[in-house]
């Protein structure tokens, strides 16, 4: 099984800063097989990324995936206000599927 | 646009069985797509059960769940359903379907999830 290790844990940033959220695996991930997801409080995840870079529709071009191996970035260039939200990631190279154990992005 | 809802009792007694239906609304389901069910417990992480594809009608489970997890697809009710036995309270969580074109693919659509609480 694949682990993933998310950091920071928790991320507190002002609006308008810049949010790097990591993403280590234990083991290299093949095809760039990792997505994003957001998750506000009371919702569902929702895809943000997939391939490691691709934006699902509906997100900003704020929102950028980078990585290969077995690490993994996802960057908020500027964050907003409904960007605040806890972010996973999840490989779906191996079976299981398995998730980081996420990261929260909170207003500082 | 597609969009899948988790039903079922929000209670359930430990040792019983947990069986939820995800229902399927702006697509007819058929024997394509994969089919997946995720949990998280309260205040914590994601975790993957278990899976159902239909091309080939084949279920994939997470090992951790040692044979506990059966996912099925009706495509006459346009439902998919969940079954894990012998809960425990550690089995309490937030259930979600979620739909992937295939095996080893991102879940693409999730469902609103719905809360299960193991207690007597």
């Known amino acids: 099984e694949i682990v993933l290790t998310q950091s920071p844990g928790t991320l507190s940033l002002s609006p308008g800063e810049r949010a790097t959220l990591s993403c280590r695996a234990s083991?290299?991930?093949?095809?760039?097989?990792i997505a994003w997801y957001q998750q506000k409080p009371g919702q569902a995840p929702r895809l943000l990324i997939h391939g490691a870079s691709s934006r699902a529709s509906g997100f900003p071009d704020r929102f950028s995936g980078s990585g290969s191996g077995t690490d993994f970035t996802l960057t908020i260039s500027r964050l907003e206000p409904e960007d605040f939200a806890v972010y996973y990631c999840q490989q779906y190279d191996g079976s299981p599927g398995t998730f980081g154990q996420g990261t929260k992005v909170e207003i500082k | 646009q597609v969009q899948l809802q988790e039903s079922g009792p929000g209670l359930v007694k430990p040792s019983e069985t947990l069986s939820l239906t995800c229902s399927v609304s702006?697509?007819?389901?058929?024997?394509?797509?994969?089919w997946s069910w995720i949990r998280q417990p309260p205040g914590k992480g994601l975790e993957w059960l278990g899976g159902?594809?239909?091309?080939?009608?084949?279920?994939y489970d997470n090992p951790s769940l040692k044979s506990r997890v059966t996912i099925s697809l009706d495509t006459s009710k346009n439902q998919v359903s969940l079954s894990l036995s012998a809960v425990t309270a550690a089995d309490t969580a937030v259930y979600y379907c979620?739909?992937?074109?295939?095996?080893?693919?991102?879940?693409?659509?999730w469902g609103q999830g719905i809360l299960v609480t193991v207690s007597s």
């Open positions: 702006g697509y007819t389901v058929r024997n394509v797509f994969y």
């Open positions: 159902f594809y239909g091309i080939g009608n084949t279920h």
């Open positions: 979620t739909r992937s074109v295939a095996p080893k693919y991102y879940l693409e659509l």
């Open positions: 083991q290299s991930v093949s095809n760039n097989y």
